[in-house]
């Protein structure tokens, strides 16, 4: 693959294959030196037309750690606030003969519009509601990192639950995550009020709840998501206090998952809305500061293995 727009695209080793290579990376970064070079000489555009901490921040610290240059583009200082179109802004982008560029947008497709217009890899940091593959991949990360510790290391997740509650509908991360714990041979329910559910979910394979009790029952991971209100348009929106009754994760609630069910979020987090402090923290259970860890090592893990042809390095060598 020259791109990476989504998890659709990737088969299962191939996935396994990126997790590998960013395994190699984890214990690197816990380094003082944490420098390599092996992108030295390549530019990196971060172009990100939406808000972003966890993915812009590691995307540049992933480039720079490789020792590639690493030019951040914020769309809201930039020429798209005149009236410039995102092909043209791709056209511009490409001008300038980066070697990667990574695209966050919030209309669904537009990673792909900018990699068809480009003659470089381009990595999709989350796009509308379609995906956000290097999130579903920090999180596999993540999740095999704790099993590790727990003495269950296991190259995929055959035979466990993962539930994933909050807003579905509009959730690229739910989306991308579904496609990988899939693929790596979880288990996964979904459970959101019902007007945050996509019509014809059962369809992908993962199973529909509304009841936040039900969908706990007995499983290994559960992954809380925010309500995007952003991406809500003359839709119900259920006040705080309302969702969090509902749909919260409370201690009290966590009790009915697996007992030791481990904790995911991909942030940012709405603290008291659909996860209390409690769990959030909850030591030995959450996972949530471990997925930022892990997304710098999965980010140069795929920075490094899309670039490889620019470096004339043996390219995408995942074998089944
Ligand atoms: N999880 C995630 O994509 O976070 P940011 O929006 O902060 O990048």
Redesign the pocket.
């Not at 939406?50 to 590691?58: A, F, M, P, Q, V």
């Given at each position: 693959h020259r791109d990476l727009t989504g998890i659709a695209q990737l088969e299962r080793h191939e996935i396994l294959y990126l997790l590998r290579e960013a395994e190699s990376w984890v214990e690197h970064n816990r380094r003082s030196d944490k420098h390599a070079g092996i992108l030295s000489g390549l530019t990196i555009i971060n172009a990100f037309f939406?808000?972003?901490?966890?993915?812009?921040?590691?995307f540049e610290i992933a480039g720079k750690r490789l020792g590639a240059d690493v030019v951040n583009m914020h769309a809201a200082q930039s020429s798209v606030k005149k009236g410039e179109t995102l092909i043209d802004t791709a056209i511009t982008l490409n001008a300038m003969r980066a070697d990667a560029i990574v695209i966050?947008h919030a209309s669904s497709g537009a990673t792909q519009l900018i990699a068809d217009k480009v003659d470089c890899p381009v990595l999709n940091?989350?796009d509308g509601r379609h995906e956000?593959p290097t999130?579903a991949l920090l999180d596999a990360l993540a999740l095999r990192q704790a099993l590790a510790r727990r003495g269950e290391g296991t190259e995929d997740f055959t035979g466990r639950v993962v539930t994933i509650c909050g807003d579905i509908l509009h959730s690229r991360?739910a989306r991308s995550n579904i496609l990988c714990l899939q693929a790596l041979g979880a288990s996964v329910r979904l459970c959101s009020p019902p007007a945050l559910m996509p019509a014809g979910i059962e369809a992908i394979g993962a199973e529909p709840f509304h009841d936040f009790d039900a969908a706990l029952d007995g499983c290994d991971v559960v992954m809380m998501l925010r309500l995007q209100t952003e991406r809500m348009s003359g839709q119900f929106i259920p006040s705080a206090r309302e969702y969090h009754h509902l749909y919260g994760l409370t201690e009290v609630r966590l009790q009915r998952a697996a007992p030791d069910a481990l904790v995911m979020h991909?942030?940012?987090m709405n603290r008291g809305v659909e996860i209390d402090s409690e769990v959030a923290d909850l030591i030995g259970r959450s996972i949530i500061t471990e997925?930022v860890e892990m997304?710098v090592a999965v980010r140069m893990a795929c920075l490094d293995v899309l670039t490889r042809s620019a470096r004339s390095v043996a390219g995408w060598e995942a074998t089944p």
């Open positions: 939406e808000n972003s901490t966890r993915t812009l921040l590691s966050r940091a989350g956000h999130q991360v991909p942030g940012p997925q997304g």
